[in-house]
């Protein structure tokens, strides 16, 4: 499985700034969307995104904005703040951050920085390995069968939210969503056998 | 199909420059019913000439060359009438030119693997391509009338068939998602046997067809349901 793609905002007024950082990103091997806002309400309309992993801010954007600022990063705990400095700022606004970019910084430590993003997620990481654990592999059997996650958790004796996440897990690592498409991989790994299938 | 160093086109650029940036923007045109040969005319000449919104251009060109739909968009009403005639005409690609074609290459993909699988697969795209054939009837039939009317300024009646914005996305990511499950299956699970070089074409047609949903999904739920829905805002004051 590849790994995600990883959304990263960035509030940034200067274009050739803007531009550099987004050229230096394209060279770090993470798959990456970048979304320039103009302004620090936008976070909150940005469309088709499932996770804003992290959002780069220039600190004068949000100085006479700390309020604002604060409410927006509570509606998005588990985005990574950075400030993206270039002049001096005082380190009360500094602190409001998570994370740090310099205008001297060097391009691998800012494409660590970004890799870093890319593997945080544990969940995603052990979905690197395609391989189906046994109980995914009990709980792919049952979706195939064309049952309910409450109906699989019940057969299973496992919680429903236990299921779900085994649902996604074994999306993540197959790629495939739907539960026909789960049929053919089933069929295509000797999951099932086909002719329990057309029964 | 995605290239991410594009350009950003403007509307003093010559249209045969910017197809040759990118030739996916040919469909563009087609949607938008612009025709050869387009000599040495600008975007402003050409759409000016055709009746088409130059802005609505500009702001979907973009979408092809790879640049995500930033801020508000500032449509005037009469600026739907171009989008719906993309629309409706991308409706016209997908039904009667791609998934025909896909679904032809899947029949000839069992032709040379006769995989219980392969079968499978074409079973599942005919029943994806029924779905998509219900949600464009009922875009066509009860989602752009529906828009037509408000341009009317026609108070619509309660009652009739409702449209619901909520299912219309639903309806999306449905048609985006058993997409995505057919590229991964080839791609990445199902055993090959002499098809190579059919696979290759498969796969290529199901990016292009999703180069153009993602673009299509785009355009009506970050475009056009915010306009319609200022559009019923302001008829209703």
Known sequence: ?199 | MYQTKRNYILPGMKVSEIILENPSLLLLLEHFELNFPFHDKTIIDLCSENNISIDVFISFANLYNGFSPAGNFSFAKEDIYSIILYLKNSHNYYENEKYPEIKNYIEQLYQVNSLPEIKLIGKFFDEYFEEVKEHLAYENKVVFPYFYKLLGKQQTETGGTAFSVKEYRDHHSDIEFKLNDLRELLLKHIPVKNDRVLRRKIITSLFEVEYDLNIHSTIEETILIPLISKLEKSLIE
Do not use: C
Not at chain 1, 5 to 13: C, D, G, Q, S
Not at chain 1, 184 to 191: G, L, M, R, V
């Open chain 1, 1 to 199: 499985m590849n790994k995600r793609r990883i959304n990263i905002a960035v509030l940034e007024p200067s274009p050739i700034i803007f531009e550099g950082l987004s050229n230096i990103f394209s060279k770090s091997g993470t798959y990456l969307k970048l979304y320039r806002i103009d302004i620090l309400n936008e976070i909150e309309n940005l469309p088709h995104i499932e996770k804003l992993d992290a959002v780069i801010i220039n600190p004068a954007q949000i100085q006479n904005k700390i309020k604002d600022f604060n409410v927006i990063k509570r509606n998005n705990p588990d985005t990574y703040w950075i400030a993206l400095v270039y002049s001096f700022f005082d380190n009360q606004i500094l602190s409001h951050f998570d994370k740090t970019i310099g205008i001297t910084d060097s391009m691998e430590f800012i494409n660590e920085l970004i890799n870093k993003l890319g593997n945080s997620d544990s969940e995603i990481h052990a979905a690197e390995q395609e391989h189906l654990t046994d109980r995914e592999i009990d709980v792919l059997k049952l979706i195939v069968k064309g049952m309910s996650n409450k109906e699989i958790g019940d057969a299973l004796n496992i919680s429903i939210h236990t299921v779900i996440s085994h649902r996604k897990n074994i999306s993540q690592k197959t790629g495939i969503k739907s539960q026909s498409g789960l049929t053919i991989y089933a069929i295509t790994n000797k999951i099932i056998l086909l002719e329990d299938y057309t029964n």
